[in-house]
């Protein structure tokens, strides 16, 4: 019996470290394919993708003491186009129909984002990736996301981790950290657990967007997740 979707349109949120791989730094070609591969099988299912990325695996400009904020968040929106441009290389490559756009107007190489466009390109089956996150600094992708997943009146904003759900704390750091399988909003920001920043979850909550944190290790998660397959912890 052929699966089912359980998302019909949904906004995927992927790290720009997890498009380095092990590298760490830059692009890593091969991780991005299998990432990739994985967003094609939900696309061939039916589903309306959106996708946000970030760009930490160029860029991080909270790091940096010394330079002025708004600058070092403006090169972060640059290095998320950049990712934006190589993840809709590869999946033209895989022969999907993807459309790039961005918060900052660059039009000799993107859209600019208008929401209408984005809906229509969701009906015409293609993939369309968000760069540049909020066009403004001092907000995070995370945020971004969040707010696109409210504009495009996704289903589910789907967040590749590199844990596979959300902890009462970091498993990296303690062996005893307990798993949640599911929370609600107002868990999320009374606990202060690090699904994402404050903003961006409490967007989610102030517009009920439930949201699935899993690991992107396994790339054909965001598959399964989209299928309804039990993956990660979910917040609704």
């Given amino acids: 019996m052929e699966k089912q979707l359980k998302y019909k349109r949904i906004l995927l949120k992927l790290s720009g470290e997890a498009l380095a791989g092990e590298k760490k730094m830059g692009l890593d070609i091969p991780t991005i394919t299998e990432i990739c591969k994985s967003i094609k099988k939900c696309s061939d299912a039916g589903a309306q993708i959106g996708i946000v990325v970030g760009g930490g695996n160029y860029w991080r400009g909270r790091s940096s ?15 998320t186009a950049m990712n934006a441009l190589a993840v809709a290389d590869v999946l033209e490559g895989l022969g ?19 929401r209408q466009k984005t809906l229509r390109h969701f009906e015409k089956g293609r993939i369309v990736i968000f760069g ?6 001092f907000f995070s992708t995370d945020s971004a996301a969040a707010l696109r997943a409210a504009e495009i009146n996704a289903d589910i904003l789907l967040k590749a981790t590199m844990v596979d759900g959300i902890y009462d704390k970091d498993p990296h750091k303690y062996a005893d950290a307990v798993k949640y399988d ?8 009374v606990h202060s657990l690090k699904v994402m920043d404050s903003a961006a979850a409490a967007m989610c909550s102030d517009n009920k967007t439930p949201i699935l944190v899993f690991d992107l290790s396994r790339p054909d998660n965001i598959y399964d997740a989209v299928m309804g397959e039990k993956v990660g912890t979910v917040v609704s």
């Fill in 96 to 114: 999907c129909e993807v459309r790039v756009q961005t918060a900052i107007d660059m039009k000799q190489i993107a859209e600019p984002y208008i």
């Fill in 182 to 189: 599911t929370l609600s909003h107002h868990e999320i920001l």
């Fill in 132 to 137: 540049c996150g909020t066009g403004s600094p």
């Fill in 65 to 79: 003491d010394t330079m002025d904020r708004v600058r070092a968040d403006h090169i972060g929106m640059l290095a």
